[in-house]
């Protein structure tokens, strides 16, 4: 980690997230804790983590008769900055994989999907004007988010920025919260 040996091993040991079995125990463990929702990062079509793993992971679901769902934490925006074109592309890409599967969660009848977001405002207005209301978008929480003009759906943070940027009766929520929290409905 960071160029330094990691003295710790996984207590499955070393293994590959496309095993059929690793898939099946990780859902079993995420059953047993009562997990709602899975947040997959995505780093784009031409990432490692695209079709086959994530759609691996979303039959795999179905076919345990899990209730949890998937969403797509979209990374690109940690380092790209994608225009709104761009990213209307990839929401579009994202749609005709993975967003019509059962497994994927959905909120107001609308695809999740979160959003890295370091502190600008700019990326909840790219986000929604590429989103065109046809995804529920999250962006995570930056401090300054409440001057933004244009507001994603929500916004979604780590417990430490909550702390560090809300206040009890903000509008926040954070990722553990996510189910609990969103106005009082589920992730279909």
């Not at 091993?9 to 859902?27: E, N, Q, R, T």
Request: net charge positive.
């Amino acid at each position: 980690m960071n160029g330094t040996i990691v003295r710790f091993v996984p207590d499955l040991g070393l293994y590959s997230s496309s095993d059929p079995a690793v898939i099946a125990f990780h859902i079993d463990a995420l059953e047993y804790a009562r997990t709602d929702l899975i947040i997959c990062s995505w780093f784009g079509p031409d990432s490692n983590l695209d079709r086959g793993r994530i759609t691996m992971l979303m039959d795999a679901m179905i076919a345990s008769g899990s209730k949890m769902r998937l969403a797509i934490y979209y990374e690109r925006e940690r380092d790209q900055r994608p225009s709104s074109t761009s990213i209307k592309k990839d929401l579009d890409y994202l749609k005709a994989w993975f967003a019509w599967h059962p497994a994927f969660a959905h909120m107001n009848n609308r695809p999740v999907i979160f959003v890295y977001n370091r502190d600008d405002c700019n990326v909840a207005k790219r986000w929604m004007e590429a989103s065109n209301k046809e995804w529920y978008v999250v962006p995570k929480l930056f401090p300054g988010y409440r001057n933004c003009t244009v507001q994603p759906d929500h916004w979604v943070s780590t417990t430490r920025d909550l702390r560090q940027h809300c206040s009890f009766h903000d509008a926040t929520i954070s990722f553990s919260h996510f189910l609990l929290t969103v106005m009082g409905q589920n992730i279909r």
